[in-house]
T-cell receptor, first 113, second 114 residues
């Protein structure tokens, strides 16, 4: 059974720091991996999507990497800002699983001014 | 604007009173799905629909019904809500069932059953 784990569960950093959020999954036979952002009480906003054949994706200050063989993905946030404060979720999609997203529990990020 | 729209955003209801949460997408997506989010349990899939008239159960379908009579709409129906269905609900859509272009989520519906 695929399990997705995110470490750390919570992270607090001063503004301007570069930071890394980690996501690991137990079954490497994934179709793709997606990083989302969730603000308190709000919906999920897609940040980056990495197909299983790709190694990384970049969008602005965000960079996500994927190492399928080791079952790991990282989300790198450069020059963090208070507006980056949110919960970050990673989710994988498996083959032949009805398109189901399997989510990690998330990392709650707080960026202090 | 491309989006998934859920209504209502907030709902408080009483046990046993049937309710429907609507979901509509304007991206001509084939695939739609419902999730619930609970503290400590994360996000879990309730039902999904690969295309019109085709729906199937996810991981936690008990107490829920869905229908997909047209491509853009995928309502979630609670025939007899119970307090354990108090949760934050999300609708999601994707161009295809494998989500090769990723998933778009609605803003969520916070349901309280008393």
């Amino acid at each position: 059974k695929q399990e997705v784990t995110q470490i750390p569960a919570a992270l607090s950093v001063p503004e301007g720091e570069n930071l890394v959020l980690n996501c690991s999954f137990t079954d490497s036979a994934i179709y793709n991996l997606q990083w989302f952002r969730q603000d308190p009480g709000k919906g999920l906003t897609s940040l980056l999507l990495i197909q299983s054949s790709q190694r990384e994706q970049t969008s602005g200050r965000l960079n996500a990497s994927l190492d399928k063989s080791s079952g790991r993905s990282t989300l790198y946030i450069a020059a963090s800002q208070p507006g980056d404060s949110a919960t970050y979720l990673c989710a994988v999609t498996l083959y032949n699983q009805g398109g189901k997203l399997i989510f990690g529990q998330g990392t709650e990020l707080s960026v202090k001014p | 604007e491309a989006q998934v729209t859920q209504n209502p955003r907030y709902l408080i209801t009483v046990t046993g009173k049937k309710l429907t949460v609507t979901c509509s997408q304007n991206m001509n997506h084939e695939y739609m799905s419902w999730y619930r989010q609970d503290p400590g349990l994360g996000l879990r899939q309730i039902y999904y629909s690969m295309n019109v008239e085709v729906t199937d159960k996810g991981d936690v379908p008990e107490g829920y019904k869905v229908s997909r009579k047209e491509k853009r709409n995928f309502p979630l129906i609670l025939e007899s809500p119970s307090p354990n269905q108090t949760s934050l609900y999300f609708c999601a859509s994707s161009l295809s069932g494998q989500g090769w272009n990723g998933y778009t989520f609605g803003s969520g519906t916070r349901l309280t059953v008393v």
